[in-house]
């Protein structure tokens, strides 16, 4: 088994975990006086309310740095790879030739010539080393907050295929010289998880080529990072599957308990738009238990920071906050005890939307990463300047519908 190792949290890490704290307890502070107005004179006084928002955008602003902090800390070190995959030198040599200058190595030098691409020398696509794989996926690791909770897998072909059984076999209790009947054998279904082209086009100078400190692995990792965790991001929470991964939001959704296989269960809020008026944290714990117990241990809130901001401010009947800081390097914020991942895109609390999600995400939702990475160069497209069209294919979708359940902003 493959070991991955993390360093351990960094002087920022922990200054930004001690500066988070220190906000969260201002912010109780406040809202706590706030609720103590709101109590006695129906409503809040305008300054009061402005220095809760201000207090909680600080505690948000911090949450934010911590988590930057900790996934800088997160990145997997390279501790534990197997040799296998490391590049012949020749090959190495080849495909740094091929981003700085362009050049085609005869016979290819172990690097491999993407069909379909032109094989002309001054115009051939080539599948990156491992090196720069690796690197790539590494960085892609680290910041798409999806790939951190979901299972991610590489395959070999564009299309990766998972039967599951949607009934399980039965069984059943008998004499010990009783005749055994036949049981119904398990009703199985096949998931079908495409992987589609994500790009990106990268550009560099051939100054910056030339520079012989350049790692043009990490550089290319670290130019791409951006782009491509963004546009996974969005797709893997609500991208429609034609021609990028499908989403969890995607998919047909049922209230709890009355869906069937393929359709997602939903937990109504309480109110159109809104969290209930009175006791807003029970329809969390309602969440919470609509998953069967075996997916609840592993699971965890998913919303953006807006939402969290709105559950921030809940209490329990006895008084104290459900939302809880990190309080030791590694970990995140909790809700209700579970851990909370904050993706950007998923939907502002409006009516009907699925703004919270809460399950294992790890035994729900699958990446499928086709192994290989293309890079085309262009150093003729936006001259002086030298483009490195990159491709990566990339699948994704829910493979198990009892793992994830949605929140649903309804009255019912």
């Known amino acids: 088994m493959k070991e991955t190792k993390t360093a351990s949290a960094s002087p920022e890490a922990r200054a930004a975990m001690h500066e988070m704290m220190a906000a969260f307890e201002a912010f109780k502070g406040a809202n706590d006086a706030r609720l103590d107005e709101i109590?006695?004179?129906?409503?809040?006084?305008?300054?009061?309310?402005?220095?809760?928002?201000?207090i909680d955008q600080a505690v948000a602003g911090a949450q934010a740095r911590l988590d930057r902090a900790l996934s800088e800390s997160r990145r997997p070190m390279l501790g534990g790879e197997p040799p296998a995959v490391v590049a012949a030198p020749e090959a190495k040599a080849a495909w740094d030739g091929y981003m700085k200058s362009g050049q085609a190595p005869q016979t290819h030098?172990?690097?491999e010539l993407k069909a379909g691409l032109s094989s002309a020398s001054n115009s051939a696509g080539y599948v990156v080393p491992p090196e720069t794989e690796r690197a790539i996926?590494?960085?892609?690791?680290?910041?798409?907050?999806?790939r951190e909770i979901a299972t991610v897998r590489t395959v070999g072909s564009g299309v990766f295929r998972k039967p599951v059984s949607t009934a399980g076999v039965t069984a059943g209790w008998v004499a010990e010289t009783a005749a055994r009947p036949e049981t119904d054998p398990a009703t199985l279904a096949l998931l079908e998880f495409s992987s589609a082209d994500l790009y990106a086009c990268p550009a560099a100078t051939q100054s910056l080529l030339d520079d012989a400190l350049i790692?043009?692995?990490?550089?290319?990792?670290?130019?791409?990072?951006?782009?491509?965790?963004?546009q996974e991001t969005a797709a893997f929470v609500s991208g429609?599957?034609?021609?990028k991964p499908k989403g969890f939001l995607a998919y047909a959704t049922a209230s709890e308990g009355t869906q069937t296989w393929g359709q997602i269960g939903t937990v109504a809020s309480g109110a159109a738009g809104a969290f209930a008026s009175t006791n807003p944290a029970d329809k969390l714990i309602d969440l919470i238990y609509a998953p069967k117990a075996q997916y609840r241990p592993n699971?965890?809130?998913v919303m953006n920071r807006?939402?969290?901001?709105?559950?921030?401010?809940?209490?329990?009947a006895d008084g104290n906050y459900i939302w809880s800081p990190a309080t030791r390097p590694g970990e995140t914020a909790s809700l209700l005890g579970y851990p909370v991942t904050e993706i950007e895109t998923m939907p502002d609390v409006a009516?009907?939307?699925?703004?919270?999600?809460?399950?294992?995400?790890s035994r729900g939702y699958l990446i499928v990463d086709r192994a290989g990475v293309r890079v085309l160069r262009d150093p003729y497209s936006a001259k002086p300047y030298v483009l490195f069209y990159t491709t990566k294919r990339v699948g994704g979708g829910v493979q198990n519908f009892d793992a994830i359940k949605l929140m649903k902003f309804a009255a019912s």
């Open 39 to 54: 109590e006695k004179k129906a409503s809040a006084d305008a300054l009061l309310e402005e220095k809760v928002a201000r």
């Open 109 to 111: 030098m172990g690097l």
């Open 137 to 146: 996926e590494r960085r892609l690791m680290a910041g798409s907050p999806m």
């Open 215 to 230: 790692d043009l692995d990490e550089w290319l990792a670290a130019e791409v990072e951006d782009a491509f965790a963004a």
């Open 240 to 243: 429609d599957g034609v021609n």
């Open 299 to 301: 699971g965890r809130f």
């Open 306 to 316: 807006r939402t969290v901001s709105a559950v921030r401010k809940f209490k329990d």
């Open 351 to 361: 009516a009907n939307s699925l703004s919270i999600a809460f399950g294992d995400f």
